[in-house]
Nanobody, 113 residues
Framework: QVQLVESGGGLVQPGGSLRLSCAASGRALSTANVAWYRQAPEKQRELVAAISVIGNRNYADIVKGRFTISRDNAKGTVDLQMNSLKPGDTAVYYC???????WGQGTQVTVSS
């Protein structure tokens, strides 16, 4: 059973950057389609970005051009580089392997001055 752990969240000012990482035990992420979701207070969880096993990427319109999902196969992680952050990006960010029904516990990202 795959277990996912997110890291890299925190408090950042508007316009700043953060890099989130998703690590797994029980399965190599290099063999999985992996996605990042987020959930803001009183809102539904939404897909932010996803990367397929062969490297195809897709993004929510609201983060296109600002966020980049990538694999670091040397570290065995799937990362989410977030630039030009806005207060509206404030949420708990979750890593997931949807086909395995696996979710991390989330990492808080707060964008505020």
């Amino acid at each position: 059973q795959v277990q996912l752990v997110e890291s890299g969240g925190g408090l950042v000012q508007p316009g700043g950057s953060l890099r989130l990482s998703c690590a797994a035990s029980g399965r190599a992420l290099s063999t999985a389609n992996v996605a990042w979701y987020r959930q803001a207070p009183e809102k539904q969880r939404e897909l932010v970005a996803a990367i397929s096993v062969i490297g195809n990427r897709n993004y929510a319109d609201i983060v296109k051009g600002r966020f980049t999902i990538s694999r670091d196969n040397a570290k065995g992680t799937v990362d989410l580089q977030m630039n030009s952050l806005k207060p509206g990006d404030t949420a708990v960010y979750y890593c997931a392997v949807p086909t395995a029904g696996a979710w991390g516990q989330g990492t808080q990202v707060t964008v505020s001055s």
